[in-house]
């Protein structure tokens, strides 16, 4: 197998922001748990769940947790009984909110069948 160009070391430190970006969001369902928290403002854990089909819940709570990490999602525990949790943007979520637009007009541009409607549309950028 040929080397990878990109492991010599000044190339790495070439693609440093691009290998940043995709080491957070490079899990199966951080993207469109980014949607909806999004397009929703608020989730919860369950409606996530619902939302996206196939996830197990395992895999939903390392992406939060991830995703929450890297800072691009706040968690709000409530004390009640039963507990409530609910997921929002932080401000640097928001700040990619351009760019989470721009990946669905490029998907629907070039991956959709012609005459694809989108239930969503755009993003608000807040």
Known sequence: MAA????????????????SIQAILGGK???????YVAFYKVQRFGQ????LDGITQASLTKQLRELEQDGF?????????PPR?????????KSFIPILN?????????????GYAS???ELPLE
């Open 119 to 121: 239930p969503y549309g």
């Open 4 to 19: 990878n160009k990109f492991q010599s070391p000044d190339m790495a430190a070439r693609c440093l922001p691009m290998a």
């Open 73 to 81: 999602l706040h968690r709000e525990i409530y004390k009640e009984i």
């Open 29 to 35: 369902w951080k993207i469109l748990i980014l949607w």
């Open 48 to 51: 996530l769940m619902r939302r």
């Open 102 to 114: 721009q990946m669905m007009l490029w998907s629907k541009e070039h991956l959709c069948p012609p």
């Open 85 to 93: 949790v609910e997921y929002s943007l932080t401000e640097m979520g």
